[in-house]
């Protein structure tokens, strides 16, 4: 698979896991709850360091950086 997850959004992603992670750690969440944030915890964590999310590829979003064009100045001019 290619990268599909800008570094914006990883960032989010690494961050909200590693928050998740802590509330599960100090008992804030607990039960079946806990688990359920766990798996998604290490889901946005995983796809945050691999730089690839399978549900983006799914639904064919890509977030990472593209090369974007410019305009010079033959561009602007018609020639």
Do not use: H, W
């Amino acid at each position: 698979m290619t990268r599909n997850v800008g570094p914006e959004d990883r960032i989010v992603r690494i961050v909200v896991a590693l928050g998740l992670g802590a509330l599960i750690y100090f008992k804030v969440i607990d039960g079946t709850a806990a688990i359920v944030t766990g798996v998604v915890a290490a889901y946005l964590l995983l796809t945050g360091v691999f730089v690839r999310c399978p549900i983006y590829k799914m639904a064919d979003i890509d977030t990472s950086i593209q090369e974007q064009s410019y305009s010079t100045t033959d561009d602007r001019s018609g020639l």
